[in-house]
């Protein structure tokens, strides 16, 4: 099930955009103001497998959490699945670019399920108990496209 999608136009060629999100290590702490850290825990850069931890404030709590890169296609999409204890929920994060005019069109998805449907049913219960919570990821996401383009178009 998909929790929340969001999409911005960037002034800003695909390349340039994929390319920002290579060098992530880089660029997650300019990405916005609650980033913390980021570093490669296995692996490098935007390669299958790799695993990449990230900190965080989300909704005042510092969060840290593992990521594995589970698909990239140069230039057009990069997947991200978290690892355990996140894993339990089903998260992952799917970034999308599309040629847009003579830019582009981002776009995040949060995906939170499995394919299992007893777990899909557990996560909808948590949905409802982590109502807020959600809503802060969801507010997170929105403020992280907006900075993105805003990097993107005037660097």
């Known amino acids: 099930?998909?929790?929340?999608?969001?999409?911005i136009e960037i002034?800003?060629?695909?390349?340039?955009?994929?390319?920002w999100f290579a060098n992530m290590e880089k660029n997650y702490k300019?990405?916005?103001?609650?980033?913390?850290?980021?570093?490669?825990?296995?692996?490098d850069s935007l390669e299958i497998g790799s695993v990449i931890y990230v900190e965080e404030y989300i909704d005042g709590y510092l969060e840290k959490t593992r990521f594995q890169i589970t698909n990239t296609r140069q230039y057009s999409q990069l997947e991200y699945k978290a690892l355990f204890p996140h894993s339990i929920g089903g998260?992952?994060?799917v970034f999308i670019i599309e040629p847009y005019n003579s830019g582009s069109l981002f776009?995040?998805?949060?995906?939170l399920g499995h394919k299992i449907g007893l777990l899909n049913r557990f996560i909808q219960i948590l949905c409802?108990?982590?109502?807020?919570?959600l809503k802060a990821v969801k507010q997170h996401i929105t403020e992280e496209q907006e900075n993105l383009k805003?990097?993107?178009e005037e660097g």
């Open 91 to 93: 998260a992952r994060f």
């Open 150 to 152: 805003r990097i993107l």
């Open 30 to 43: 300019i990405w916005h103001k609650d980033h913390k850290e980021c570093r490669y825990l296995k692996g």
């Open 11 to 19: 002034k800003a060629t695909p390349e340039k955009v994929f390319d």
């Open 128 to 133: 409802v108990l982590f109502n807020n919570k």
């Open 1 to 7: 099930m998909v929790i929340f999608k969001d999409t």
């Open 107 to 111: 776009t995040t998805e949060l995906h």
